[in-house]
C-alpha cells in the first residue's frame, strides 16, 4: 500500500474576511499536499472554518446578524479566495456541521469516561479576541491582553475542567522521543519549557453564552471553543468514536499541523493531551510558521495595511503570489511583505530566469529542430553536467520540501533554471545551427527542453498553473502522468519528436511605470492613514512640552532581556540615588556592551510598564525605522548624569 499523508490548515474564524496571514498557512499546506499527490502518496489536504465561541457571538451581534448568518458568509468569502487561489482541498470543515458536532461530543465522553473531566468553577480574566484567560502573571500592566493590548474581563463561571494537568510528563515524553512533533525547534523549546512550568487543569466549557456544541448530559454548558475546533482534525476524517476510528481516520491520521506561532499552545499541548486522554494517537508534527508584517508594520485594521489576497491576485496573477509568499521568507521565520520585494522577485526570478527561459528554448526548438523535441546523440561533459545538476535539483528540493523549508526547495529548482540559461549560453545552439552540426544541435535542444520538463514538474506543487502551461509549450499532453515525480526519476523521459509550440510569456515584466503604480496603489490607503492619525494629534504648547521630564541619562550597566530578540535592560543613572531600570526595543541595533558610558536622551517621567514581565521606568529617545535600523540619541561632551534637558 502507498504511503500516505494528511495535511491541515487552522480552521479560520468567519469575525474577519481572509488576508494574507490566511493565505499563506493555506497555500502552504496546497504545496505539501499536490507534492505528496505527485509522489504517488494517498493524500488528504483538510481546511475549513471556526465559527463557534464568544468572538463569532459578539460580531454577528454587532452586525445584526445571527451567528449562523455571519457565518455563512464569511465562509464563502474563504471558499472564492481558496479556489483563486489554487487550493486543492480534499474536505471543507465547518464547525457547525453536524458530522462535527457528534464528533466533538463523541471525544468529550471518552475524555470524561477517563475520568478526565470534573465540574469546577472557573474566576479568570477573559480576552474574547483570544478566547482564552489570562492569569496575574501574563496578562499586560492594567489588566490589558498581551495580544490584543484591550481590556480583560473578570469572569466567573461554572466549568468543567479538563485534567490536562495529569498528562505533564507524558506530554514531555512524547516529545522527547519524536524529534519532528514540533517544529521549528526554537518552538518546540517554548513548548518544553512552558510544560515544563508545570500544567494546570483547563476550563473547558462556558455557561455565559450558548453559540457552540452542548456539553453532553448538561445542556447549559457549551465546550470551550478550542476544544471544539482542534477536533476538526478528526471530525473531518470522520472519527467514529472508537480506538480504530473509521475508514478514513484509520487511512490518514496522525496529521501533519501547519499553524502560524500564535496558536502553538493550543495545538501543541491542549490537542496532544487531550487526544492522550481520549486514547488516541497524537499528531505527527505541528509546524508553526512565523508572522507577515507588511512593509515593515504589524497588519492591522485601524492602519488599513491588511494585505487583501484578492487583490494580490489582481495585480500579480496566482501563481506568482503562491511563490513569493513561499520564497521570500524561511517557514518558521517571520517576515515582511513589500510590495518591492515581490516585484522585483517577479522580474527577476519569474519573468527573467524562468520566462526568459522557456521563451528562448521554445524559440530555438522551432527554429532549429522543426518545432519538435529531437532525438538526443551522445552525451558530452557539458550534457551530464546539466543532467547531474537536474537530478541534484530533484532530489534536494524534494529533501526541503519533507523538510517543510519551502524556500530552499525554491532555490534548489532555481539553481536548476540558471544552469539550462547557463548551458545554453556555452553550448550555443546558433552557432551550432550555423556550422549546421544537426546532431550536436539536437542533443543540445533535447537537453534545453527535458531540463525544463524538470523544472515543470518540480515546480507543479508551487505554480501549477504555470507548470501545466510549460508542459504544453513542450508538448508534453496534460495528462498527471508527466506531473508524477517519478517522471523525473529518469533523464530523458521528454517524448522525442512531441510538438513544441510557443505561447504567450509565462510572466510579463512589471517594467517601472506599472510598478509604480501598483506600489503608489497598494501604499496609498496607508500613507493616507497615517496621515489622518497626524492630523488628529494636535499642536502642543510650550507648557504640555514642560510635562515632559527630558534628562540626560548615563548608562551604567546593559543586559540582554533572555528570550527577546530586541529588548534590552538598561540601568541608567539619571542624577539619582540609584539609577533607573530603563527596558528599550534597541537589542537589534545595539550590543550591551556598545550602550555602556553612553550618555542618552531619556525620559524620566513616563509612567512604569512592564515589557516581558520587565519593569521599565522610562523611556530611550531614538530615531529610525526599527529594528536593526534604529539610532540612539546621544549627547557629545561629559555632561553630568541627571541634567535636564530643554
Ligand atoms: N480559529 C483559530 C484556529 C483554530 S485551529 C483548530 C484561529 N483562527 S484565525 O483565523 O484567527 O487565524 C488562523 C491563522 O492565521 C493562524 O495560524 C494565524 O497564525 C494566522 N495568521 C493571522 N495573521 C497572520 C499574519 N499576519 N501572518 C501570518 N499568519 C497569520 O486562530
Known amino acids: 500500500m502507498s504511503e500516505s499523508f494528511y495535511v491541515t490548515t487552522p480552521i479560520y474564524y468567519v469575525n474577519d474576511v481572509p488576508h494574507i496571514g490566511h493565505a499563506y498557512t493555506t497555500i502552504a499546506a496546497d504545496v505539501l499536499a499536490r507534492y505528496h499527490r505527485s509522489q504517488g502518496h494517498r493524500t488528504r489536504f483538510l481546511t475549513g472554518t471556526d465559527e463557534h465561541g464568544q468572538k463569532i457571538f459578539k460580531a454577528s451581534k454587532a452586525q445584526g446578524l445571527k451567528p449562523i448568518e455571519l457565518a455563512n458568509q464569511v465562509v464563502e468569502r474563504f471558499r472564492v479566495l481558496w479556489d483563486r487561489l489554487g487550493i486543492s482541498f480534499d474536505d471543507f470543515i465547518r464547525t457547525t456541521q453536524d458530522r462535527h458536532a457528534q464528533v466533538v461530543q463523541n471525544i468529550w465522553k471518552r475524555v470524561e469516561g477517563n475520568g478526565d473531566i470534573y465540574l469546577g468553577s472557573y474566576e479568570g480574566w477573559y480576552c474574547t479576541g483570544c478566547e482564552e484567560y489570562y492569569t496575574e502573571s501574563t496578562m499586560d500592566e492594567g489588566n490589558l491582553c498581551p495580544i490584543h493590548k484591550t481590556p480583560l474581563e473578570r469572569l466567573k463561571e461554572k466549568s468543567y475542567f479538563f485534567r490536562m494537568s495529569k498528562y505533564a510528563n507524558a506530554l514531555l515524553e512524547h516529545i522527547e522521543r519524536h524529534p519532528e512533533f514540533i517544529q521549528p525547534e526554537i518552538r518546540k523549546n517554548e513548548i518544553v519549557s512552558f510544560v515544563k512550568d508545570g500544567l494546570r487543569d483547563l476550563s473547558v466549557s462556558r455557561t455565559s453564552f450558548d453559540w457552540g456544541i452542548k456539553v453532553p448530559g448538561d445542556p447549559e454548558h457549551v465546550i470551550y471553543v478550542w476544544i471544539d475546533a482542534l477536533t476538526n482534525y478528526i471530525s473531518g476524517l470522520g472519527w467514529n468514536g472508537t ?351 556598545q550602550l555602556v558610558g553612553k550618555r542618552l536622551l531619556v525620559v524620566a517621567n513616563l509612567e512604569p510598564v512592564k515589557l516581558m514581565g520587565v519593569e521599565s521606568k522610562g523611556m530611550v529617545m531614538a530615531a529610525g525605522p526599527g529594528g536593526e535600523n534604529v539610532v540612539v540619541a546621544q549627547f557629545d561632551g561629559e555632561l553630568p548624569a541627571g541634567e535636564s534637558v530643554h
Open 243 to 593: 480506538d480504530r476510528g473509521g475508514e478514513l481516520f484509520e487511512q490518514f491520521w496522525p496529521a501533519v499541523h501547519l499553524i502560524g506561532k500564535d496558536i502553538l499552545r493550543f495545538h501543541a499541548v491542549y490537542w496532544p493531551t487531550l487526544l492522550m486522554s481520549a486514547g488516541l494517537p497524537l499528531p505527527k508534527t505541528v509546524y508553526a510558521h512565523g508572522w507577515w508584517t507588511v512593509e515593515g508594520e504589524k497588519m492591522s485594521k485601524s492602519l488599513r495595511n491588511v494585505v487583501e489576497p484578492h487583490a494580490l491576485v489582481d495585480a500579480y496573477g496566482k501563481d506568482p503570489v503562491r511563490y513569493f509568499l513561499l520564497r521570500e521568507v524561511p517557514f518558521g521565520l517571520d517576515g515582511d511583505f513589500s510590495h518591492h520585494a515581490i516585484i522585483g522577485r517577479i522580474n527577476a526570478e519569474l519573468a527573467n530566469d524562468l520566462g526568459n527561459l522557456l521563451r528562448r528554448s521554445v524559440t530555438m526548438a522551432e527554429k532549429y529542430t522543426d518545432s519538435m523535441a529531437p532525438k538526443p546523440g551522445e552525451q558530452n561533459e557539458l550534457d551530464k553536467g546539466l543532467m547531474n545538476t537536474a537530478v541534484a535539483s530533484a532530489r534536494d528540493s524534494a529533501r526541503h520540501l519533507d523538510n517543510y523549508a519551502f524556500h530552499k526547495a525554491l532555490v534548489s529548482i532555481w539553481e536548476l533554471v540558471r544552469a539550462v540559461n547557463r548551458y545554453i549560453d556555452e553550448a550555443a545552439p546558433w552557432t551550432l545551427y550555423k556550422k549546421g552540426e544537426r546532431e550536436r544541435l539536437g542533443t543540445v535542444i533535447f537537453h534545453i527542453l527535458e531540463a525544463i520538463r524538470w523544472v515543470a514538474v518540480m515546480i507543479g506543487p508551487f505554480m501549477p498553473d504555470t507548470a501545466r502551461t510549460i508542459c504544453e509549450q513542450l508538448g508534453i499532453s496534460d495528462d498527471d502522468e508527466h506531473m508524477m515525480r517519478k517522471s523525473i526519476e529518469q533523464w530523458a523521459g521528454l517524448a522525442v519528436g512531441s510538438r513544441v509550440k510557443k505561447g504567450p510569456a509565462l510572466f510579463p515584466r512589471i517594467e517601472p511605470d506599472r510598478a509604480k503604480v501598483l506600489i503608489f496603489q497598494f501604499t496609498e490607503p496607508l500613507a493616507e492613514s497615517k496621515q489622518e492619525h497626524a492630523v488628529e494629534d494636535k499642536m502642543i504648547n510650550i507648557d504640555d512640552l514642560k510635562k515632559v521630564d527630558l534628562r540626560l541619562g548615563l548608562v551604567k550597566e546593559a543586559e540582554r532581556i533572555p528570550k527577546s530578540k530586541k529588548l534590552l535592560k538598561l540601568m541608567i543613572d539619571l542624577g539619582e540615588e540609584e539609577p533607573r531600570q530603563v527596558v528599550a526595543g534597541i537589542g537589534l541595533a545595539y550590543t550591551p556592551e
